[in-house]
């Protein structure tokens, strides 16, 4: 076992506190749905792992969209959530998850969301007002507002090209992964928004420009932490993505997921939502400054285990 886990299990249990503190503070109600579910949503190249007739969950987004649905305003879950072939320093087959949603509210609501939630984390492990976290040898400025960069700009920069004017879906893949992730700054908080909208299948559109979504990526030292959207809330263009990605896993070769009928049947009850998902074990690597996801997950199976 990693002989960091004996110091770092206890402190990610405070940053875990804090987080569920901040969010009850902030009016959100905590909820459980289910980890087994019938019908995770299509997306290309995550494999939610069967369960008997059902599947465990890569993420809890839609049913908790289903409790938007039904009234509730602001909602949270901290849980886990599980992705066939994931295995590394930074990934896991399963692993924890915190969303949350609230209504009415957009892209930019979560985002101020997210920037108290991670100042609230990093007091718990650092100290009250501490905005400034050790980091790989220097420091990383949590402070906000964060920065935030549009993908088109840091696309054009990086990758020398525009992806909301000329769309390839493996070269943005390609190049998200060798080029703009790279050059982020691991400074300081950096926020990704505006991606195209060919990569955001349950995001609103921008109302000034179709051509891009209402959605936003955290980056903190260089990593993903969180991806949230403005919700689409229309439930016959949503069936059309849904569609359009079975058939993008299809032709990639992988099994295609049924489609959630009671979710897209709910969808047209959802008023206007905003809502984000943020990896908790990479909030904790990042806020206690640990290596890899072996350093603050227990017993996870060994890298390169087909799990």
Not at 113 to 138: I, K, M, S, W, Y
Not at 173 to 193: I, N, T
């Amino acid at each position: 076992m990693n002989p960091a886990l004996a110091a770092n299990l206890p402190r990610r249990a405070a940053m875990v506190r804090a987080l569920r503190a901040a969010l009850d503070e902030g009016g959100f109600v905590e909820v459980e749905t289910p980890v087994r579910i019938p019908a995770p949503a299509n997306e290309p190249h995550i494999r939610p792992p069967a369960s008997g007739r059902a599947f465990l969950r890569a993420s809890p987004e839609l049913q908790m969209k289903r409790l938007l649905a039904a009234g509730l305003g602001r909602l949270y879950q901290i849980g886990p959530c599980f992705r066939e072939g994931e295995r590394g320093d930074r990934h896991a087959p399963e692993f924890t998850m915190l969303e949350w949603y609230r209504a009415p509210g957009g892209w930019e609501d979560v985002l101020r969301d997210g920037e108290r939630l991670v100042l609230a984390a990093a007091a718990a492990l650092h100290g009250a007002g501490a905005a400034r976290v050790p980091f790989r040898g220097g420091s990383l400025d949590l402070a906000a507002p964060w920065e935030r960069v549009p993908v088109r700009e840091a696309y054009r920069r990086w990758a020398g090209w525009d992806p909301v004017e000329d769309w390839d879906a493996e070269r943005f893949d390609l190049d998200m992964a060798l080029k703009v992730e790279p050059a982020l700054p691991r400074d300081r908080a950096v926020v990704l928004f505006g991606y195209p909208a060919q990569a955001a299948s349950l995001a609103r559109l921008s109302p000034d420009d179709p051509r891009v979504a209402e959605r936003w990526e955290l980056y903190l030292g260089g990593m993903e932490i969180a991806n949230a959207f403005g919700e689409l809330a229309d439930p016959v263009e949503q069936r059309r993505r849904f569609e359009a990605a079975r058939d993008e896993k299809i032709a990639c070769g992988e099994p295609p997921m049924p489609l959630d009928e009671d979710f897209l049947a709910d969808l047209a009850h959802m008023p206007p939502a905003g809502g984000a998902a943020l990896g908790v074990d990479r909030l904790a690597m990042v806020l206690l400054d640990a290596p890899d996801i072996d350093s603050v997950r227990a017993f996870l199976p060994p890298v390169g285990a087909l799990w």
